[in-house]
């Protein structure tokens, strides 16, 4: 049965929204629904799953027993069935079952390898360990139940459970809910659009364009003060990103900083600038980051082989890169963070392994391993056949190197997360040396904290004891700019809702 000609299915028996979790299953197999149920078996198109699912009431509960069969031109074959006899009642964790269930089948019957994460789905890992945590479980106990009733691999329980217990003693405790909140300002310009890029990043304009998009930015900024004053609170973290915030002219850059300074970062404890292109830096754009007490710079190679860079449409070198990152050293700036990608198009292991070879010798403070994800709206994505990238287990190799030499830098992994359409439904990764830590990333990634989402595609998340509320701003320039009065009113009336007292 481990060879068959298409990965088409069709689903019976479900309700109660459990589609969802078959669907979310069968994406992992690279299967596809297709026509509807008919009760006439001899309708079924050939070369076809029929997944059927349903629950059985016992004596000692309800059975979710899941049967799937395979339509051949011989009739209809049995190929496996699973059974889970408990009381799943409660539609969570029937929805749970159907996963669990069909995952096993799946695998059984396509002799596709596991996948890495097993069922556990979304793109933040770790708040399933912090909520087990959060009630009580041992680490001996979570990682049991992500590899037994999650079906993640043990390596990958290992990783997302070590990251949880890193991060307990940055995450916000209930009290603190109400008085300290995170700040991010974006800032949606790059030199060029790179090729896997689905930011909504745009080439610098002109100086009227510019002007209007930083008189809106700072509108933007001086509402959110006014609502920290009004409601008491403090600012803990303070992230500039986009985009490539340095992409600003030298003016315009100092403008920002000075008004970030002047409303928030002043008595934030962390106060990080993306940097991510070397050829948007200069001395005294770095300069401008140390007399404005930037405390984190993200210098964001990618890639160290010039062959990549050239091909994913950035027009450095790599000694730029060396070059820029060594005057920031220079300066003293506390925390020099680089970003990687796994996975880029051309790529080998040996020429991952040489990349962070030369990131190695650079000695960074932390270093960010992003999976190649393809991103709808990427350039990448929309002509993929294009260009030959390396297969899942390539990149697997190239994060398993990735991992050994930010230990070998002393380095550990803080946070992590995930996205659709990753190479072999990996993962991103943040390492950093012990007490060099983006607080803000975690913060950010695992939604313990209030943050206010300042510019476009900003996004404030408003984090309360009984759950997270989002609000989004527009992704174009124009909209954000034609629409922000009343956006602001509406970001108001959110925390109003939340923290007025």
């Not at 979790?21 to 149920?37: D, H, I, N, P």
């Not at 809910?177 to 060029?192: A, D, E, Q």
């Not at 928030?264 to 050829?279: I, L």
């Not at 963070?337 to 880029?344: E, F, P, S, T, V």
Request: aromatic share 8%; net charge neutral; glycine share 6%.
């Amino acid at each position: 049965m481990r060879s068959v000609k298409n990965r088409r299915y069709i689903l019976r028996g479900a309700g109660q929204g459990e589609e969802l979790a078959v669907t979310q299953v069968t994406a992992l197999f690279a299967m596809s629904a297709v026509a509807v149920w008919s009760d006439e078996i001899s309708q079924l198109p050939n070369d076809t799953f029929l997944i059927y699912h349903h629950f059985v009431p016992q004596e000692t509960g309800t059975a979710s027993i899941c049967e799937v069969f395979y339509r051949t031109e011989q009739g209809l074959r049995y190929a496996a069935r699973r059974d889970y006899a408990d009381d799943c009642t409660d539609l969570r964790q029937k929805r749970w079952l159907v996963r669990l269930n069909l995952y096993h089948l799946l695998i059984d019957i396509t002799g596709q390898a596991s996948n890495p994460w097993g069922i556990l789905s979304g793109v933040r890992p770790a708040k399933l360990v912090h909520r087990m945590l959060d009630h009580g479980s041992t680490p001996a106990t979570i990682l049991k139940s992500l590899t037994q009733e999650f079906a993640l691999q043990p390596e990958k329980a290992q990783l997302v459970t070590g990251v949880a217990l890193r991060q307990r003693p940055f995450l916000m405790r209930p009290e603190e809910l109400t008085k300290k909140v995170s700040i991010y300002i974006g800032i949606p310009f790059c030199p060029t659009r790179c090729l896997y890029c689905s930011f909504p990043a745009y080439v610098l304009p002109g100086e009227e364009a510019t002007q209007a998009f930083l008189t809106a930015l700072f509108a933007d900024m001086a509402a959110a003060r006014e609502a920290l004053t009004r409601y008491g609170l403090s600012v803990q973290t303070v992230y500039i990103g986009g985009g490539t915030p340095t992409s600003l002219t030298l003016t315009d850059l100092e403008a920002l900083l000075a008004q970030t300074v002047t409303l928030f970062a002043g008595e934030a404890t962390e106060f990080t600038v993306e940097a991510g292109r070397p050829d948007t830096l200069d001395d005294a754009k770095i300069r401008l980051l140390v007399d404005y007490g930037v405390t984190r710079v993200s210098v964001n190679p990618q890639t160290m082989q010039q062959k990549t860079l050239k091909l994913i449409g950035r027009m450095h070198s790599v000694q730029d890169i060396i070059c820029v990152f060594g005057k920031i050293r220079m300066c003293n700036i506390p925390v020099i963070n680089m970003d990687i990608i796994a996975g880029l198009p051309g790529e080998s292991v040996e020429d991952m392994a040489d990349t962070l070879r030369q990131i190695a010798a650079l000695k960074p403070d932390s270093l960010t391993v992003h999976t190649l994800a393809l991103k709808r709206g990427s350039r990448l994505s929309e002509s993929v056949e294009a260009y030959e990238t390396p297969d899942a287990l390539v990149t697997a190799e190239m994060l398993s190197l990735a991992d050994q030499t930010a230990k070998n830098l002393g380095m550990l992994p803080y946070y992590l997360y995930r996205q659709k359409r990753m190479a072999g439904n990996l993962e991103n990764i943040g390492y950093s040396l012990p007490g060099k830590e983006c607080i803000y990333n975690i913060q950010v990634i695992e939604e313990r904290q209030t943050i206010l989402g300042i510019g476009p595609a900003a996004t404030t998340k408003v984090v309360q004891p009984c759950g997270l509320t989002n609000y989004y701003q527009p992704k174009d320039i124009s909209t954000y700019i034609n629409t922000l009065p009343n956006r602001l009113q509406k970001r108001n009336a959110l925390l109003a809702a939340a923290l007025a007292k």
